[in-house]
């Protein structure tokens, strides 16, 4: 295992390999004998024992279209597919009129650069918990501010 990469880290991508086989209806055998790799080595990576090598990394996103960010952090365990992701235009919308009147109500300003960066960063957060989290919006903008 790197340096960089911890047992939770593997163990969460494990989980989400777990995810990946099982949407796909492979056992686990079949599933590293589909990936050229023995069952005993894929067992590992699923059970967060080593470290998933970059080559299968990549491997199970080409061959399966597999979102290689959801891959790497998630979140769930369900697969995510490249492309898939969708914009949810109301959630962006929600965020983008909280942030501008909270400029507004503050007298402040943000430059563009700054402010497409919290506008996204905001979106994802709000994103994976399915609504506007206004208060971690608000710690956000004071930071930046």
């Known amino acids: 295992m790197s340096k960089l990469s ?5 163990i969460e991508i494990g989980a989400r390999l777990i995810g990946v086989r099982t949407k796909l209806g492979y056992t686990q055998p079949d599933f590293a004998a589909h990936l050229g790799l023995s069952y005993r080595a894929y067992g590992n990576y699923e059970r967060g024992e080593r470290e998933m090598p970059t080559a299968l990394f990549r491997h199970l996103c080409d061959k399966f279209q597999i979102d290689p960010l959801w ?11 490249i492309g898939s992701r969708q914009l949810d235009q109301k959630l962006l919308s929600d965020i983008m009129r909280l942030v501008e009147e909270w400029l507004e109500r503050h007298d402040a300003t943000l430059r563009c650069d700054k402010k497409a960066q919290l506008i996204s960063l905001a979106y994802q957060r709000c994103s994976q918990a399915g609504a506007v989290d206004a208060l971690h919006l608000q710690d956000m903008l004071s930071m930046a501010a």
Do not use: A, I, K, S
């Open 71 to 81: 891959l790497l952090r998630g979140p769930g365990t369900e697969p995510v597919l």
């Open 6 to 10: 911890t047992d939770y880290l593997n």
